[in-house]
């Protein structure tokens, strides 16, 4: 706001405001006219004290005795000078301040004339007035501000705490810990971190739309009741909507986490606060993770009858420590392209003697959860570890499936230079139409700063391969298998690990080389950032729904192998997420439908389409 400047000779008749001699109860926001206080309102030169009043010129403006809209209008309005001009406004006269408080003119020739006295009038927001009345009277306008923002801190600060496991050492397993209601069956961080966790269920609960009207078109009929489920998935705010719609359905169900990095302590807990029997904390020993599991499985009177897996772990536990129970299950659902390889593999030696349902290649997750979730996590997973900027960075990424996919893109959106290691031509085709150079990985090893693995396969990214890295080059894994990256094969003793944040380790070579290992080669976006909750729900959905349909189908219809999701299913989960983009779709007649062979109610694709 314009602030209008007087000539000392006019200084006598517009009165002047000064802060000074003020009550504590009467500092409100007010703005000087004297060219001695615009000195006052600038900063040091050093910046100033961050603990200073704010400067008067930050403040509102106020409204003096000849301003509103009559004196916005008038012809010298247009004319008032800026603040930033006041100290210029009268080049023959200076303001020195007199001892006793009052200001004197300093003329050209020397000569000091007292200025006339100034009027102390506290001036304020006409129409604010009422509202800087109803603040406390003790706090003046800085005090006030460092409260609010202070208090802001506090609660960021406070919620930012519960995702970091090192505020307590004590390890879950030593602690007696029961949660409101007196049930001790769970192992989490810390149960008290429960209300924030509930928090951020609740506002994964507004982005996850089918799993909502999932509760509420199926609560009634509860068709997973009876239903035990054993769950081994990442413990998220998405997951615990997905476990809580399981429970609203009927499902009793016992949960451990599939990842040591990825669990949200605060979920956890409020998890456990719920009612569910939990065992996940983040930062689990690899030990921690095995005995998770089992706390989940080895129960005294409880036999499960569904697993729900992510990465096939649990599935192998229960196989290989309790056939008996093994063989009791009536099916099994698993969501990644590593558990889903082991299932495949127990089917061809005729040891699977349970239906499986193969998720991760069902259209609702192959083309959407890996490619989108990816293609937008992939950049906060790099960006909070290494605060990197992506524009001409050179980038290899090993593997062009959905993930793969979805990593170039965002890469190459940021002005990346991007590579694909491939082996499967079809694929590779696919890179190189996209406009990405195929390479084998020994072709730029020495020359990339990032290098990115999305396989699932194991030894992608080899000690050889290490050895040969530039200096500071970043290395991480967006496959759901640690196994991608030869970690073990840099844990020797000419290598130093060097610890730098969380999830993020300088390993030096003896020459002082280092790379930037992230989240010791696991997976990337849910060790170290998070990921988008609505692409979750579509997948979430999709687990959903096939637990349902294993658990409800009558005997014989699916056989001791692994099927992939029904077309039908699969179109009902993405027909549950279009009203969120008041998406409209459009119905065949009964001509149309009757030319293209096809139900007007779908399926509408084949099962060997590709999308």
Known sequence: MSVQVVSAAAAAKVPEVELKDLSPSEAEPQLGLSTAAVSAMAP???????????????????????????????????????ASAMKRSDPHHQHQRHRDGGEALVSPDGTVTEAPRTVKKQIQFADQKQEFNKRPTKIGRRSLSRSISQ????????????????????????????????????????????????????????????????????????PLAGAKIVGCTHITAQTAVLMETLGALGAQCRWAACNIYSTLNEVAAALAESGFPVFAWKGESEDDFWWCIDRCVNVEGWQPNMILDDGGDLTHWIYKKYPNMFKKIKGIVEE??????????????????????????????????????????????????????????????????????????????????????????????????????????????????????????????????????????????????NTEIDVASLRTPELTWERVRSQVDHVIWPDGKRIVLLAEGRLLNLSCSTVPTFVLSITATTQALALIELYNAPEGRYKQDVYLLPKKMDEYVASLHLPTFDAHLTELTDEQAKYLGLNKNGPFKPNYYRY
């Open 44 to 82: 040091p030169a050093g910046g100033g004290d961050p603990e200073a009043p704010a400067p008067a010129a930050e403040r509102p403006p106020a409204l003096g005795p000849g301003s509103g809209p009559a004196a916005a209008l008038s012809p010298a309005a247009g004319k008032v000078p800026q």
């Open 336 to 481: 990644s392209v590593t558990g889903v390889h082991r299932l495949y593999q127990l089917s061809k030696a005729g040891k699977l003697c349970v239906p499986a349902m193969n998720v991760n290649d069902s259209v609702t997750k192959q083309k959407f959860d890996n490619l989108y979730c990816c293609r937008e996590s992939i950049l906060d997973g790099l960006k909070r570890t290494t605060d990197m900027m992506f524009g001409g960075k050179q980038v290899v990424v090993c593997g062009y499936g959905e993930v793969g996919k979805g990593c170039c893109a965002a890469l190459k959106a940021m002005g990346s230079i991007v590579y694909v290691t491939e082996i499967d031509p079809i694929c590779a085709l696919q890179a190189c139409m996209d406009g990405f150079r195929l390479v084998k990985l020994n072709e730029v090893i020495r020359q990339v700063d990032i290098v990115i693995t999305c396989t699932g396969n194991k030894n992608v990214v080899t000690r050889e391969h290490l050895d040969r890295m530039k200096n500071s080059c970043i290395v991480c894994n967006m496959g759901h298998s």
């Open 151 to 222: 208090s802001s801190t506090d609660s960021y600060s406070s919620a930012a705490s519960y995702t970091d496991s090192s505020d307590d050492e004590t390890s879950p397993r030593d602690k007696q810990q029961k949660n409101s209601k007196g049930n001790s069956d769970f192992c989490v961080k810390n149960i008290k971190q429960a209300e924030f966790g509930r928090r951020e269920i609740e506002i994964a609960e507004q982005e996850m739309p089918a799993l909502m009207a999932l509760r509420k078109r199926a609560q009634g009929e509860k």
